[in-house]
Nanobody
């Protein structure tokens, strides 16, 4: 089955960190670039990070650059998003996306709150 499955979300206090994971199956993961998006309540889906098939040259949206790190492990068919120094405005559902497959995961909720 061709799918992406995110995990690792949860409730965290401001200033905290989370590591999100996205496990791919059903396609040759190592051949495809991967992206992370997020969707805050009442807002559209926002691209935040992308990574090439080899893991080189990650790129980030300016609004989160310096606080997030995208990485991948092709041996595990997985892509990760490390989020640091989280803010209340980072509260959102986080999605991984394989653009050349047009494939989305179901999302994982991140809530930043005291």
């Amino acid at each position: 089955q061709v799918q992406l499955v995110e995990s690792g979300g949860g409730l965290v206090q401001p200033g905290g960190s989370l590591r999100l994971s996205c496990a791919a199956s059903g396609f040759l993961f190592s051949m495809y670039p991967m992206n992370w998006y997020r969707q805050a309540p009442g807002r559209g889906r926002q691209w935040i990070a992308g990574i090439s098939p080899t893991g080189m040259n990650p790129n980030y949206d300016a609004s989160v650059e310096g606080r997030i790190t995208i990485s991948r492990d092709n041996s595990k068919s997985s892509v990760y998003l490390l989020t640091d120094n989280l803010e209340v405005d980072d509260t959102a559902v986080y999605f991984c996306y394989a653009p050349q497959k047009g494939l989305w995961g179901q999302g994982t909720q991140v809530t930043v709150s005291t």
